[in-house]
């Protein structure tokens, strides 16, 4: 039976459903999904016209999957791809790279979730550089919070759907001005995280100075029935605009989050850092975060990432709060 590959934007609802298959059963082998939020999320939905999807196909069976996202013109396209366990060792993933790679022009940023030794071996047999690393960062929160006090002048309030999206999005879009993965959401980027079932506006803190949006905290929680493990929080994003910098704002508003979270009966919670930004790390850590895990980035030799600088597909690297 030949291989070839499919290259499209919108999948068909069989398509999803094969993706979706060889993403469960990647899922299983390696312990880590490897797809992240945001792909996934296109990937339910059907895709995306910004972003290309690579079906390689073993006579009529997928035997792997790539997204590609060609968004960002300054750092290049950012990929993600998987290969059905059935499949490795036997060259699939070198050609399914290798499609993806001409696609993209050789230009090409590559995230690997759970730092899986075989990614790595594939990035190098193409020439491929790890450039980044971004951290998963846990804490029990059966251990002590620590209490905070809110800027004088700061009220919190819980996120309310259909009034709210605007606001935020502008001072998301301020807050990480320097972060497109993040700062570059649109509204139906947010619509989409709302039509989730995770989506609960009670654990979506805004922060207000008189009327006007200065900070927010919106946390997750994973649910044991998509994730395999018990009920896990998460500091989904923290963002402060940057006339609010210095005030304390930011820390105030993770531990609310915090305690929010643990309210809610959960056990653990955990974030993502880039591993490059170190006092993010120290004041994490401060606060009983530890390293969990890692995604690692890889880039054409060529091409690598500016400093700092993220993928539109990348886990959301949480800023630092204010010491």
Known sequence: MSVHVKVGERLDDQEIAEVLGVVEAATEAD??????????LHLRYG???????????????????????????????????????SFRGQGYGKR???????????????WAHGDHPGAGALAASLGFER???????????????????????????????????????????????????QGAWTMADVRRREAESWFDPEGFFLAFRDDRLVGFHWTKVHGSDE????????????GIDPSQQGTGL????????????????LAQVMLYV???????????????????????????????????AGSTTAPRPVPPPES
């Open 47 to 85: 895709g995306d016209a910004r972003a290309r999807s690579l079906l390689l196909y073993d006579g009529v069976t997928l035997a792997g999957y790539a997204h590609v996202d060609p968004t960002d013109e300054v750092e290049g396209p950012s990929g993600e791809l998987v290969i059905h366990p």
């Open 131 to 181: 450039v980044r690393s971004l951290w998963q960062m846990r804490r029990s929160l059966f251990a002590p919070l620590p209490s905070f006090e809110l800027p004088p002048g700061v009220r919190l309030r819980a996120f309310v759907p259909g009034q709210d999206e605007e606001a935020w999005l502008k001072v998301n879009a301020a807050a990480f001005a320097h972060h497109p993965e």
């Open 227 to 238: 994730h395999g493990h018990e009920p896990l929080g998460e500091v989904y994003v923290v």
């Open 31 to 40: 312990g880590v999904r490897p797809l992240n939020e945001h792909v996934m």
């Open 274 to 308: 880039d591993e490059a930004n170190a006092a993010a790390i120290r004041l994490y850590s401060g606060l009983g975060f530890s390293r969990w895990d890692v995604d690692v980035m890889y880039a054409a030799a060529a091409t690598p990432p500016a400093s700092g």
């Open 96 to 110: 399914l790279l290798g499609e993806v790679l001409e696609l993209s022009g050789g230009r090409l940023r590559l």
């Open 250 to 265: 930011g820390k105030a508003l993770t531990l609310a989050g915090l305690r929010h979270l643990r309210s809610r009966g």
